[in-house]
């Protein structure tokens, strides 16, 4: 039995905290791969290691002499400081300056990805010597191609290359946040990418979990800055995880999720300072049915959507309206997230950031398509009801909509995906807040 146990920044943010770490992974002898992430914040006014990093590389453009900026004095105290607590043995100076050594030679954007590295890597090398545990650097095995994007075949055969499985027997660290070029170059995830990379060993080495630790017990229902009790979501599907994600729900990046769940490896998110909370469990099938006390998994939501609404008589008999709105789309290089029609009308979602600077699309459909009226609403938010309890639970659209209606919540799009996973619903921004904290009250009681 193999776990793979990815900690983050605020379960690594001094050396108390790397504590606790250890001390989970010395309780279960299956948790022998870890990656980490870089230091993190210490408190809400604190700044991440990685932050202070892509500051030196900010100056980097402009001055020679990189230790004349404080952020290099502050990366080396803090890592300073938890090596002392941790009661090791590790020159921090000595392996900073041979980061700098190699920044100076380095063009400005590679010097930002090599630099924004640095907190995983120094972090790794530190937790490592704390466990006994080898440090394998993620440079000798994930390759990334030449958009930044994981390589599997060459992250396989390179891991394969350098006995990971064998190594794995004894214990192993891995940084996260970073893999490297065909150009052994070091090329970052996007942030919070350690993410990424605990999925990667995790599918490399055939995990039977991948484990995720945090700051929270686990993914909750919905954003706890609307609902601050919100509950914890106890077993999820994949499905569930990405609909929630991609409204909004701040859990993982998509690219986190795929490599395991090509493998049907399952996902426990746990919380670093309540280890005994069993977490949320990401899984390709839930056994766990949600019941009929609380029959939803989770409400994610964003702001800021436009919605582009014609109208024609019999647009229903009329072959071809849809492909030629959708060509002009394409045309204009603009992507939606959704199209809802009815008999004689059709509306199109379209994020906030795919809108910007298309703002003459809705007069150039009006112009071409000459529907009948034509009305174009900014400042919509879409509201994701997820659960795959859905498909066998009746009346659950009916509740959300009860309570919307009780709430006096005005609701201006519905749509179901065909999967009948999920919800969605369209309010103005102003409610969006309040619409979230209704659906939740009405499910969870
Ligand atoms: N340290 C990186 C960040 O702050 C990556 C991570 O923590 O996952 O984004």
Known sequence: MLRVAKFGGTSLANGAQIKKVIGIIKKDPCRRAIVVSAPGKRHPRDQKITDLLLRISDHNHTRNDLHEIGYVDMITVRFEEIVKELGLEIDIKQIFGDILEKVSKLGPLLAREYLASRGEYLNAIIIAKALGFEFIDADEFIHLDEKGRYDQKRTANAAQKIGLVEKVEKGIVVPGFYGIDAQENIRTFPRGGSDITGAIVSAVLHADMYENWTDKPGVLMTDPSIVPDARTISQMNYSELRELTYMGA???????????????IPINVRDTNNPGHPGTLIVAKSNDEPNNLCPITGIAGRKNFTVISMSRALMNQEIGFVRRVCSIMEEEGVSFEHMPTSIDSLSIIISGDQFAGKETLPSRIDQEMRPDGLVTQHGISLICVVGRAM???????????????????????INQGSSETNIIIGVSDSDFENATRVIYNEFVV
């Open 250 to 264: 701040n859990v993982f990046q998509d690219e986190a999720v795929f490599p395991v769940r090509e493998l049907d």
């Open 391 to 413: 498909v066998h639970i009746p009346g659950i659209a009916g509740r959300v909509f009860g309570a919307l209606g009780q709430a006096k919540i005005n609701v201006k799009i």
